[in-house]
């Protein structure tokens, strides 16, 4: 018996886009009643012939390839622990997808040699109106669990999520930690020879993080068992695996040993930081209101490469409303992390009780002002958000950085060096002499 | 906390290994993953390599189909007052009106010397039963695309429990039928025993046509639109009620081709005796029927299920 329990050689999927010709931005502009009908008569022509020749029916005149996933290929054996790790929309979701059978590749093969189980979602099927008791077992089975093993297990699951006083209520009743603890309690339970999970443990509290990732650790390294690990938690992934692939726009562009890879993600995220904002496409929002650039400003409005701890420090970003009409009740939000991942600061226009923006069309400049820079020395990431009256218009991961240099915080002449953590906090030292 | 020992690594510190404590994996797990021959237990994932284990798999996710059953059953009464009642109702209110409308006001003829009640509520189980499973199973993909986008297990198994569910509810419409017998004081003939073989033929088309309405139903969602018309339509197309012996000779045999002709008239012929005919030839085209239909069903089915997750 062979010990490696998973091959991927070139494994590749593609999914086809439509896109409207006439359509600009993301959305309709005016035309005329004749160009409606027109259009309408030639998509339903198209769509006749589509469906004659058994071709999928889609959305749009114009059809864009879009590979998901390209020649991906790796090994995995028995007991081995690999981490997924890549940007949002790398194809790590699809890869974990087509081994988990839910879809087929387009190309490429992969060969697992044992019962695999999926964790793609925590709570998959659970029904609103059966109780704790219900879900469990309705869970279970379509985990692939069989009735027999799941009545062995019932008393651990229970006692693993916590929730043995409201078995018999209808899970809708649940409050949200309740329901992810039994969802994640079934799906703990399982003992499949390969495991694929995906990052299910980014959602939940931070005390169900910690659990679940320990109960993870615990099937990874104490039972043995094959574990496909997908997350963005690189503290998680170093901590749980023994290798790693990196994976960007659906290509597999490093593995190995996770250190490296960890080391080599969070390079290529510097790297797409440093894409002009206009040109990043990993965006999500309707796109009527867009971050075009940012630049890192200090006091007085001028440009600097880097902050200093202490001194003003402006994030000037520009937006641009390609809409042609008056925009209402802009939000924006941005969320600043460390380098090793970790959200340090949220600066929300919300919370400083600016709702009343409004916005013109073309372009408009808002500068985020900090006036006494507190973050320890270092490199930063920032992920800019906007919305529009409550909806999302334009959030991008990871839009900017920006670097922070020591500064005389304290006016004692002494500076925080880099590799300090956390921030600097205005403080006194009081000292009394006590008998 | 530990870390994982990467088996790549030729040196390895022993305290480690100790921490890690890897068990082995006990003789059971060996032959979950060795099947009768002890050849392992490969899958190939392939574009187009439909898998050789379909069959197998399904066998072994056949707890699946009771548990999905189980789940839109209870879940359809919870919260409700009269709950398991309204399976009651439905079908007694509906051979009341039909009885009145066709009975007595249409004054259309009963078979033989059965009462026109029992001849109606003969017919319209099955079809009630037919009614309801396509309705239920062409939605049932659909409905569950938050299992079928997450979870493996085969697809088959959806649309099949949707069908169970609608069996569940034709079963207690019988439970109803034999107390309107008993009310009657209608004793049925030895025909009552090839019963369980016209329920068969009813379950294998609502079947058959449920798995081609489904399977196109994911891809074309037109069919939500089409199928509650065709049921309308059928309703009256098939002998529920009237008795097929109304329908012209000519036209009889094109008539027998509607899949669910041979299931009701059988039903009626097995549960009224001898006062309902049974017009041989209809039925066995019927009976062809309904077997073309399964076939292009899961066949239907079998070639579409691989990308139900994309599409769905």
């Given at each position: 018996?062979?010990?490696?329990?998973?091959?991927?050689?070139?494994?590749?999927k593609?999914?086809l886009?439509?896109?409207?010709a006439?359509?600009r931005g993301g959305?309709?502009t005016y035309?005329?009643?004749?160009?409606v009908?027109g259009?309408?008569a030639?998509?339903?022509?198209?769509?006749?012939?589509?469906?004659l020749?058994?071709?999928?029916?889609?959305?749009?005149?114009?059809?864009?390839?879009?590979?998901?996933?390209?020649?991906?290929?790796?090994?995995?054996?028995?007991?081995?622990?690999?981490?997924i790790v890549g940007?949002?929309g790398?194809?790590?979701s699809?890869?974990?997808?087509?081994?988990?059978?839910?879809?087929?590749p387009t190309?490429?093969?992969?060969?697992?040699?044992?019962?695999?189980?999926?964790?793609?979602?925590?709570?998959?099927?659970?029904?609103?109106?059966?109780?704790?008791?219900?879900?469990?077992?309705?869970?279970?089975?379509?985990l692939?669990?069989?009735?027999?093993?799941?009545r062995?297990k019932?008393?651990?699951i229970?006692?693993?999520?916590?929730?043995?006083?409201?078995?018999?209520?209808?899970?809708?009743?649940y409050?949200?930690?309740?329901?992810?603890?039994?969802?994640?309690?079934?799906?703990?339970?399982?003992e499949?020879?390969?495991l694929?999970v995906?990052?299910?443990?980014?959602?939940g509290?931070?005390?169900?993080?910690k659990?679940s990732?320990?109960k993870?650790h615990?099937v990874a390294?104490?039972q043995?068992?094959?574990?496909l690990?997908?997350?963005?938690?690189m503290?998680?992934?170093?901590n749980?695996?023994?290798?790693?692939?990196?994976?960007?726009?659906g290509r597999?562009?490093a593995?190995?040993?996770?250190?490296?890879?960890?080391?080599?993600y969070?390079?290529?995220m510097?790297?797409?930081?440093?894409t002009?904002?206009?040109?990043?496409?990993?965006?999500?929002?309707?796109?009527?209101i867009?971050?075009?650039?940012?630049?890192s400003?200090?006091?007085?409005?001028?440009?600097?490469?880097a902050?200093?701890c202490?001194?003003?420090?402006?994030?000037?970003f520009?937006?641009?409303?390609?809409?042609g009409?008056?925009?209402?009740?802009?939000?924006?939000?941005i969320?600043?992390?460390n380098e090793?991942?970790?959200?340090?600061?949220q600066?929300?226009?919300?919370?400083?009780?600016?709702?009343?923006?409004?916005?013109?069309p073309?372009?408009t400049?808002?500068r985020?002002?900090?006036?006494?820079?507190?973050?320890t020395?270092?490199?930063y990431?920032?992920?800019?958000?906007?919305?529009?009256?409550?909806?999302v218009?334009?959030?991008?991961?990871?839009?900017a950085?920006?670097?922070?240099?020591?500064?005389?915080?304290?006016g004692?002449g002494?500076l925080?060096?880099?590799?300090?953590?956390?921030?600097?906090?205005?403080?006194?030292?009081?000292?009394?002499?006590t008998? | 906390?530990?870390?994982h020992?990467?088996?790549?690594?030729?040196?390895?510190?022993?305290?480690l290994?100790?921490?890690?404590?890897?068990?082995?994996?006990?003789?059971k797990?060996?032959?979950?993953?060795?099947?009768?021959?002890?050849?392992e237990?490969e899958?190939?994932?392939e574009?187009?390599?439909t898998?050789?284990?379909y069959?197998r798999d399904?066998w072994?996710?056949?707890?699946l189909?009771?548990?999905?059953?189980?789940?839109?059953?209870s879940?359809?009464y919870?919260q409700?007052?009269?709950?398991?009642?309204?399976?009651l109702?439905r079908p007694?209110?509906?051979?009341?009106?039909?009885?009145?409308?066709?009975?007595?006001?249409?004054?259309?003829?009963?078979?033989?010397?059965a009462?026109?009640?029992?001849?109606?509520?003969?017919?319209?189980?099955?079809?009630?039963?037919?009614?309801?499973?396509l309705a239920?199973?062409s939605?049932?993909?659909?409905?569950?695309?938050?299992?079928i986008?997450?979870?493996?297990?085969?697809?088959?198994?959806?649309?099949?429990?949707?069908?169970?569910?609608?069996f569940?509810d034709f079963?207690?419409g019988?439970?109803?039928?034999?107390v309107?017998?008993i009310?009657y004081?209608?004793?049925p003939?030895?025909?009552?025993?090839?019963?369980?073989a016209f329920?068969a033929v009813?379950?294998?088309?609502?079947?058959?046509?449920?798995?081609?309405i489904?399977?196109?139903?994911v891809?074309y969602?037109?069919f939500?639109?089409?199928i509650?018309f065709?049921?309308?339509l059928?309703l009256?197309v098939?002998p529920?009620?009237?008795?097929?012996?109304?329908?012209?000779?000519?036209w009889?045999?094109?008539?027998?081709?509607?899949?669910?002709v041979?299931?009701?008239?059988?039903f009626?012929?097995?549960?009224?005796?001898?006062?309902?005919q049974?017009?041989?030839?209809?039925?066995?085209?019927?009976?062809?029927?309904?077997?073309?239909?399964?076939w292009?069903?899961v066949?239907?089915f079998r070639?579409?299920e691989?990308?139900?997750?994309?599409?769905?």
């Amino acid at each position: 018996m062979s010990d490696t329990i998973i091959t991927v050689e070139n494994l590749s999927k593609r999914y086809l886009v439509g896109h409207h010709a006439d359509q600009r931005g993301g959305f309709a502009t005016y035309t005329a009643l004749r160009d409606v009908i027109g259009r309408e008569a030639r998509n339903m022509a198209r769509r006749a012939v589509d469906l004659l020749r058994g071709r999928q029916i889609l959305d749009g005149a114009e059809v864009d390839e879009f590979w998901a996933l390209k020649d991906v290929s790796f090994e995995l054996k028995r007991g081995q622990v690999l981490g997924i790790v890549g940007r949002n929309g790398a194809g790590k979701s699809t890869l974990l997808k087509i081994l988990s059978r839910i879809t087929e590749p387009t190309e490429g093969r992969a060969i697992l040699r044992g019962r695999v189980a999926s964790l793609l979602e925590v709570g998959t099927g659970f029904h609103p109106e059966l109780t704790g008791r219900e879900n469990i077992y309705l869970n279970g089975a379509i985990l692939g669990m069989k009735r027999e093993e799941i009545r062995r297990k019932f008393d651990e699951i229970v006692a693993f999520s916590g929730v043995e006083r409201f078995l018999d209520t209808p899970v809708k009743r649940y409050s949200s930690g309740m329901y992810m603890r039994l969802a994640f309690a079934v799906a703990a339970h399982l003992e499949p020879e390969i495991l694929v999970v995906d990052e299910v443990l980014a959602v939940g509290d931070a005390d169900f993080q910690k659990k679940s990732l320990g109960k993870l650790h615990d099937v990874a390294s104490k039972q043995g068992r094959t574990v496909l690990f997908v997350s963005h938690n690189m503290a998680a992934v170093e901590n749980m695996c023994g290798s790693a692939v990196l994976l960007e726009e659906g290509r597999c562009i490093a593995q190995g040993a996770t250190t490296r890879i960890v080391q080599e993600y969070l390079r290529e995220m510097t790297r797409a930081a440093t894409t002009p904002l206009e040109q990043r496409l990993d965006r999500e929002g309707s796109g009527e209101i867009r971050f075009i650039s940012m630049v890192s400003e200090g006091a007085g409005n001028s440009p600097v490469s880097a902050f200093r701890c202490g001194e003003e420090a402006i994030l000037h970003f520009v937006m641009e409303n390609r809409t042609g009409r008056n925009l209402q009740k802009l939000r924006t939000a941005i969320k600043i992390f460390n380098e090793g991942g970790s959200c340090v600061a949220q600066l929300d226009s919300w919370l400083l009780g600016q709702d009343a923006w409004e916005v013109f069309p073309g372009r408009t400049s808002i500068r985020v002002v900090v006036p006494r820079m507190t973050l320890t020395p270092g490199r930063y990431r920032i992920s800019a958000w906007a919305a529009l009256n409550g909806n999302v218009a334009d959030w991008i991961l990871d839009a900017a950085l920006f670097d922070v240099e020591g500064g005389d915080y304290y006016g004692t002449g002494r500076l925080p060096t880099t590799g300090r953590v956390g921030f600097l906090l205005d403080h006194q030292i009081l000292t009394e002499t006590t008998q | 906390m530990a870390r994982h020992p990467n088996p790549l690594m030729s040196t390895v510190p022993t305290d480690l290994l100790k921490d890690a404590n890897v068990v082995p994996m006990s003789n059971k797990d060996q032959s979950l993953r060795e099947d009768f021959f002890g050849r392992e237990h490969e899958l190939i994932i392939e574009p187009g390599r439909t898998a050789r284990h379909y069959w197998r798999d399904l066998w072994q996710y056949r707890e699946l189909f009771q548990v999905l059953a189980w789940r839109d059953v209870s879940v359809r009464y919870k919260q409700t007052v009269i709950g398991a009642g309204w399976a009651l109702i439905r079908p007694c209110v509906m051979m009341g009106v039909f009885t009145l409308v066709f009975g007595k006001l249409a004054k259309l003829p009963s078979d033989g010397a059965a009462p026109y009640a029992l001849m109606v509520f003969a017919g319209m189980l099955p079809w009630s039963f037919f009614s309801t499973a396509l309705a239920d199973a062409s939605g049932s993909l659909v409905g569950n695309a938050n299992l079928i986008s997450k979870v493996y297990f085969p697809r088959l198994i959806v649309p099949i429990a949707a069908v169970m569910v609608a069996f569940v509810d034709f079963l207690i419409g019988f439970a109803i039928l034999v107390v309107l017998m008993i009310w009657y004081q209608f004793a049925p003939g030895w025909q009552i025993l090839l019963l369980p073989a016209f329920a068969a033929v009813a379950f294998l088309a609502s079947l058959g046509v449920g798995l081609w309405i489904t399977a196109l139903n994911v891809k074309y969602r037109d069919f939500r639109y089409v199928i509650p018309f065709i049921l309308q339509l059928g309703l009256y197309v098939s002998p529920v009620g009237f008795s097929s012996n109304i329908i012209p000779d000519n036209w009889r045999l094109f008539y027998s081709m509607n899949p669910m002709v041979g299931a009701i008239d059988g039903f009626r012929w097995c549960l009224l005796g001898g006062e309902s005919q049974l017009y041989l030839p209809g039925l066995w085209i019927s009976i062809a029927a309904t077997i073309l239909f399964v076939w292009l069903g899961v066949r239907q089915f079998r070639k579409m299920e691989s990308s139900f997750a994309d599409l769905i």
